[in-house]
């Protein structure tokens, strides 16, 4: 059974910082690009950033960059989102997800391409 757990989630004043965490079970993770996706309220789900567990090469949107890093650790099946320097414009649900190497490597970390989802963690930033 393919599981992608994600924690880390809560609240958080603007400045702050949060560390999500993705825990990956039931696929190859070698084989796939993790990926962490947001919705916020009444917006669409968008991809925020994404990392190849093959090559370890990183994705990000243009609004996280310098401000996000994401990160994976192999050895765990797990891929880290460390967010600072938070906005409240960052609030949304966050989904870690699994997409196939070949679609990422094409150039994309979206929604339309992921094969695999997990729940999502829920992120409040406050002003």
């Known amino acids: 059974e393919v599981q992608l757990q994600a924690s880390g989630g809560g609240l958080v004043q603007a400045g702050g910082s949060l560390r999500l965490s993705c825990a990956a079970s039931?696929?190859?993770?070698?084989?796939?690009?993790i990926g962490w996706f947001r919705q916020a309220p009444g917006k669409e789900r968008e991809g925020v950033s994404c990392?190849?567990?093959?090559?370890?090469?990183?994705y990000y949107a243009d609004s996280v960059k310098g401000r996000f890093t994401v990160s994976s650790d192999n050895a765990k099946n797990t891929v880290y989102l460390q967010m600072s320097s938070l906005k409240p414009e960052d609030t949304a649900v966050y989904y870690c997800?699994?997409?196939?190497?070949?679609?990422?490597?094409?150039?994309?970390?979206?929604?339309?391409?992921?094969?695999?989802w997990g729940q999502g963690t829920l992120v409040t930033v406050s002003s």
């Open positions: 039931g696929f190859t993770f070698d084989d796939y690009a």
């Open positions: 990392i190849s567990s093959s090559d370890g090469s990183t």
């Open positions: 997800a699994a997409e196939s190497l070949g679609l990422y490597y094409s150039g994309s970390c979206h929604v339309s391409f992921v094969n695999y």
